[in-house]
């Protein structure tokens, strides 16, 4: 068997170089990013330090929708917050978005690297934001609430033809008035006494009036008695 030549060996050996070059050129790129707009990162990322960008997590300031799954927009960003890049884990590898490729918001169809042999884009396995600004301030108030426990006393007063009942209880005063009809009696009648005239508001004669009464009884004995021997002479005369 013949040998190569050592020109022909050293071609091989370039050959073999370019290739594992070329390897190595095929990790994930802007190109298997899916998207121009990102680059590709092989592995894995969860903080701001590891994805390479400065500043602090913010994920919870920005507004987003995320669509099938797969796909994420960016709707707005507080005023006082700028973002330093966006990451997207999908698959074995992360996108990172840099706010100056995105342009104007909103930012839509965000997603991360392609995977398998067709360039299918992963669902989403998780994203974070990047950024500096203001951060979120919480301010907790606390209600007082006092409570009153003074008594109080009520008189209750009943009236004759109606009723007003009234209860008080510790801070709770209940009032019940009871509506009712004034009864009408009707008026008794009492007799008037007739006036008794007074000896001294009659005329005055003079004298007594007794011996009227014996007078008649002489003027009928008297009549009764000519009665008698009127009734008696013409008999004798015959």
């Not at 796909?71 to 917050?81: A, D, I, K």
């Not at 301030?137 to 209600?143: D, M, N, V």
Request: aromatic content about 2%.
């Amino acid at each position: 068997m013949r040998l190569p030549s050592p020109s022909r060996l050293l071609a091989l050996t370039l050959l073999l170089c370019l290739g594992l070059a070329g390897t190595a050129a095929a990790q994930p790129t802007a190109t298997s990013a899916g998207d121009p707009r990102a680059t590709a990162h092989p592995g894995n990322a969860t903080t701001c330090a590891q994805a390479g960008l400065p500043g602090q997590l913010i994920t919870d300031r920005l507004t987003v929708n995320i669509s099938g799954g797969s796909h994420l927009t960016v709707t707005s960003v507080p005023l006082g917050v700028t973002v330093t890049g966006i990451v997207l884990k999908g698959g074995d590898n992360h996108n990172v978005y840099l706010p100056g490729a995105l342009g104007l918001l909103p930012w839509p169809g965000l997603h991360s690297p392609l995977v398998g042999k067709k360039g299918n884009i992963p669902d989403i396995s998780h994203w974070f934001a990047c950024g500096t600004g203001q951060t979120t301030t919480k301010t907790t108030t606390k209600a007082t609430t006092t409570k009153s426990n003074a008594k109080s006393t009520t008189a209750t007063t009943t009236t004759t033809g109606g009723a007003t009942t009234s209860t008080t209880s510790r801070g709770t005063t209940t009032t019940t008035t009871l509506a009712t009809t004034p009864r009408t009696t009707a008026p008794t009648s009492t007799p008037v006494p007739m006036p008794v005239a007074h000896d001294d508001e009659l005329a005055s004669t003079g004298f007594g009036n007794g011996w009227l009464f014996g007078l008649g009884a002489v003027l009928l004995l008297a009549g009764g008695g000519a009665l008698a021997l009127a009734r008696r002479r013409p008999r004798t005369g015959r």
